[in-house]
């Protein structure tokens, strides 16, 4: 689901709302989290999951075509973890 489908999908939901205004409200949701993850806090949306950041320090890897070592910067990435009751709803389907 891309962010146009979802907003396609509220609006069918709700409408009563504008679409305008729906965009406003992923796009405004989206920037808070991504704001909260750029000052190193951590998200949590009960019953969904847990966005947080990671650290990875700098290391020396390969070039796969090559072989040749290339450092590698230390850097910061985005983490995901799924809470309890999305995990038991995607277990159930199975």
Do not use: C, W
């Amino acid at each position: 689901m891309t962010k146009s489908d979802l907003i396609l999908r509220l609006a069918e939901r709700n409408p009563h709302l504008f679409q305008r205004d729906i965009e406003r409200i992923v796009a405004t949701i989206l920037d808070e989290i991504t704001a909260a993850l750029a000052r190193g806090d951590r998200v949590e949306l009960r019953g969904f999951g847990a966005f947080s950041v990671k650290h990875r320090a700098a290391r020396i890897g390969r070039n796969p075509r090559t072989g040749e070592s290339v450092s590698v910067a230390k850097k910061v990435v985005p983490y995901f973890k799924t809470g309890k009751e999305l995990r038991e709803r995607l277990n159930a389907q199975s």
